[in-house]
């Protein structure tokens, strides 16, 4: 849920976005790293593309750089 993946970054540094991005409680985090950091499972497990997908679904900004 929503609440879950901020609760999961409380406290997280964001490592440096290299393309997508996904804005939870005001910071801007990769989108791989909050998927990651959210449900144990290993980033090189899933592709951005996937990771975007769900965090959309929950309503969560992203952007492209």
């Known amino acids: ?3 879950q993946v901020e609760m999961a970054l409380a406290g997280v540094d964001p490592e440096p976005v290299r ?3 996904v804005e939870i409680a005001g910071t801007w ?3 791989k790293q909050v998927l990651e950091c959210a449900t144990g499972v290993d980033r090189s497990d899933f592709i951005s593309t996937a990771a975007r997908r769900q965090l959309k679904k929950l309503g969560f900004p992203l952007r492209h750089d």
Request: without cysteine.
């Open 1 to 3: 849920s929503r609440s």
């Open 19 to 21: 393309s997508h991005a």
């Open 29 to 31: 985090y990769p989108v």
